[in-house]
């Protein structure tokens, strides 16, 4: 039995995140006030852990992010929304083979990337049907 630290209780050595820096290869918080105690951070900090959640899932940290803003003028590569008229952060793109960043694109912009494949025949492809697909102007659509 470990006694928590924060909540004083006895609990199974299960309770306990392990930790293999400390001596009792466990945290002394229990995983009960240890959640607890992260997300009372989360709360306060959203802007540091949307940043911390960035680099964790692209590698791109804080003022990376913040100077391909700034170079960007604060709008989406492709489309020019600004993020104060999205109302959104914009999504690291970066190319799936090289692993390199693109820049900062908005989600519909990002995910249109995406559902092409990052292919530019079908980008290609998808301009010219937008350009000259009328077979069916007789039709009206609603």
Same mark, same amino acid.
């Given at each position: 039995m470990i006694q928590c630290t924060k909540c004083?209780?006895?609990?199974n050595q299960e309770e306990f995140y392990r930790?293999?820096?400390k001596s009792s290869r466990h945290r002394p918080d229990c995983k009960t006030c240890n959640k607890i105690k992260c997300r009372e951070w989360t709360h306060k900090n959203p802007i540091q852990r949307r940043f911390n959640v960035l680099k964790s899932a692209t590698g791109v940290n804080r003022d990376q992010y913040l100077?391909?803003?700034?170079?960007? !003028?604060g709008k989406c590569?492709?489309?020019? $929304?600004?993020?104060k008229d999205n109302n959104r952060n914009l999504s690291v793109d970066h190319c799936h083979v090289e692993k390199i960043v693109r820049?900062?694109?908005c989600t519909k912009c990002n995910f249109g990337i995406g559902y092409f494949?990052? !292919?530019?025949t079908l980008l290609l492809k998808a $301009?010219?049907?937008l350009h000259n697909n009328f077979?069916?102007?007789?039709?009206?659509?609603?």
């Open positions: 004083k209780e006895f609990k930790d293999k820096q100077e391909i803003l700034k170079l960007q !003028d590569a492709i489309c020019n $929304i600004s993020v820049g900062l694109l494949n990052d !292919d530019e $301009i010219y049907y077979k069916y102007k007789k039709i009206k659509y609603k």
